[in-house]
């Protein structure tokens, strides 16, 4: 690999169901004391950049907070851009705090947009039926990401993207997409670190969202046989990774 700098997935690269990844924690440190930059690019949109902080440090990993990118952090950024304007957000956990540290203001109705995001159990038909009214009556769609699944602590199951897409169809409209595979996603995170994309690999578990977002970009993708990696879906993809890792645990071999 000739990459000197690293954008890294968290959940299923450097975790699993809130355990560390074996030797995850010396990869890092290998990073750090060889000179090379790094940033942590989640499409996790249940979790503020701050819990996500403080959630690392619980399983050993030392992180700062603004070297973590999330779709949020990038959602709000685009609303603000915009001016003055409200959304609608269909999410769980904490995420709502990126945004009101941003300044975006949440209301009900008349919103200019409805911001989707991983809002799991709370995905009942009156909440997607009032996502569906309020893009109906003008609101733009962003979807704070488009995955079909990740790996939960039952096994895998279902991300925003199948709702997106459901409301997309529904609505005739195409969502902005703010996480990965966005290329202004991994272009802001790269930007933060000084680099560009034909410098840079991302290491994820998703050979489509991860190595086959950032390869469209120019940067390598790394695929790491952890977190929600399948043979069979590796093998189906016409995505091509740069290189493929047991764990991120071996990717200090191979620089």
Known sequence: MNAKSFLIDLDGVLYVNKKPIEGAKESISFLEDNGYHYRFVSNTTTKSRSTLAAFLVTMGFSVPEEFIFTPAIAAAKRIMSAG??????AAKGDVKNDFEDAGVTFAEEDVD????????????????NKSFRLIMGGAQIIA?????????????QLAAGPFVAG???ATGTVA????????????????????VPKEAAMIGDDINTDVGG????????????????????VRRSL???????ESIANLGDHL
């Open 113 to 128: 947009f409805v911001v989707i995001g991983d809002a799991e159990d709370r995905f009942t038909f009156d909440l997607l």
């Open 84 to 89: 003055d304007k409200t959304c609608f957000l």
């Open 144 to 156: 704070l990401e488009k995955d079909r699944y990740w790996m939960g602590s039952n096994g895998l």
């Open 176 to 195: 902005e997409v703010m996480g990965k595979p966005s290329p202004d996603f991994f272009g802001l995170a790269l930007q933060d670190i000084g680099a």
């Open 214 to 233: 950032a390869q469209k970009v120019g940067m390598s993708g790394i695929l790491v046989k952890t977190g929600k990696y399948r043979d069979d879906v």
């Open 239 to 245: 995505v091509k990774p740069n290189l493929i890792l």
């Open 167 to 169: 409301l997309e169809y």
